[in-house]
Each structure stands twice: as C-alpha cells, then as structure tokens.
T-cell receptor
Framework: GDSVTQMEGPVTLSEEAFLTINCTYTATGYPSLFWYVQYPGEGLQLLLKATKADDKGSNKGFEATYRKETTSFHLEKGSVQVSDSAVYFCALRSAGGTSYGKLTFGQGTILTVHP | NAGVTQTPKFQVLKTGQSMTLQCAQDMNHEYMSWYRQDPGMGLRLIHYSVGAGITDQGEVPNGYNVSRSTTEDFPLRLLSAAPSQTSVYFC?????????????FGPGTRLTVL
C-alpha cells in the first residue's frame, strides 16, 4: 500500500537558518504530494502541493519539488522565522481502486525555531 | 464561509460510553473523511464518504460508525468508548476524491477516554 516516511524530529533551529525536512514516499500510480502545517492547538492547513513529476510547490517561502525518480518531496525554506514553529506533515493522495481519494500521512516533524 | 466545523472541541468519556463527534462543511464538498491523530503516527483514516448516502471504511474503522444523510454533515459515532480511542479527531472535506484536490481540515476534537 501507499506510505510516506518523514525525517525523524524534532528539529530545532535558530532564526534565519536553512530548513530541510526530508520526505519520501511509496505509491502505485501517480499520486499528488502535499505538505500540511499544524500550528499549536489548530487543525491542519495546506502549505503547498505538487500534482505531477518535476512540479515545484511553493508558499510563504517554503518550497518542495516532486521528484519521481527518487520518490521524494523534501520541504525547504531558506530562512526560518520563529512563527514557522509548528508540526509539518508530508502526505500523498492517490485515487481510484481501494484508496479512493485517501490522504496518506507521514508521522509529522516538529519544528521549533528560536530567536 | 465557516469551512469545516467540528464539535465539541474537547470531550472526556468513561469506558463504555457512547458519543457522536459532529462535523459540518458549508462548501458543498462531496468528499468527507475522518482521521485520528496519535503521537508519532501522523493521521490515519477512519471512514470516508464520497457523497450523501455513501460511506466506506478507512484504515482504522473498528469501534466507529458513520452515516452521511446530507452533503453538509458527516458525524462520527463511538459505540462503546475504549481508552485506545483517546486521540485527536479531525474531519476533512474536498470537492471530490480526485487526487489533485487538497483536503480542508476542521480544528479537531480532543477526546480522552478514561
């Protein structure tokens, strides 16, 4: 079945540091890939997405590229801020068959940014 | 637009009690789903629905029931609560089950079963 693996956390950075959170996936067919963010006490919000190979999703200074050859969708940001402290989830969505529209999530990575 | 709303925000139950978690969306979305979030495990799909009158099981359906009588509402019922059901529950919706569509999440219900 489908699966998503994220790098182990938690990740602690100083403000303005470079961020990478690794994400790799296993899926049949051609899934879409997503990064969701969860701020403390809130639900999940879509951060960015990519729906086909070589697509780059970007939002709020974050970006990730859909790499089919390495089955990866790593999240990056050049300069993090304290307000980026949150839990980040990588997810894929496939369609058809028994996995109709299901989102499969990684385990989440806790990011803490210090001033 | 309120988006996806969930009630209650917090709930404490005793083992064996039953309850219903409410979920509603005002975006006329066909696809709705319930997930549970447990530490270190991401979110796991409990049940989903592709339209009124149509529901199906997800990855962890045991102990939960759902129904979908309207497009807007998708309640999740715990028949006889167990401590293993202590979790944060999220409802989500999207226009269709198509893979390119993002899902919109509610704020969650934190459930504790004693």
């Amino acid at each position: 079945g489908d699966s998503v693996t994220q790098m182990e956390g938690p990740v602690t950075l100083s403000e303005e540091a470079f961020l990478t959170i690794n994400c790799t996936y296993t899926a049949t067919g051609y899934p879409s890939l997503f990064w969701y963010v969860q701020y403390p006490g809130e639900g999940l919000q879509l951060l960015l997405k990519a729906t086909k190979a070589d697509d780059k999703g970007s939002n709020k200074g974050f970006e990730a590229t859909y790499r089919k050859e390495t089955t990866s969708f790593h999240l990056e940001k050049g300069s993090v801020q304290v307000s980026d402290s949150a839990v980040y989830f990588c997810a894929l969505r496939s369609a058809g068959g028994t996995s109709y529209g299901k989102l499969t999530f990684g385990q989440g990575t806790i990011l803490t940014v210090h001033p | 637009n309120a988006g996806v709303t969930q009630t209650p925000k917090f709930q404490v139950l005793k083992t064996g009690q039953s309850m219903t978690l409410q979920c509603a969306q005002d975006m006329n979305h066909e696809y709705m789903s319930w997930y549970r979030q447990d530490p270190g495990m991401g979110l796991r799909l409990i049940h989903y629905s592709v339209g009124a009158g149509i529901t199906d099981q997800g990855e962890v359906p045991n102990g939960y029931n759902v129904s979908r009588s309207t497009t807007e509402d998708f309640p999740l019922r715990l028949l006889s609560a167990a401590p293993s059901q202590t979790s944060v529950y999220f409802c989500a919706s999207s226009p269709t089950g198509d893979r390119v569509r993002e899902q919109f999440f509610g704020p969650g219900t934190r459930l504790t079963v004693l």
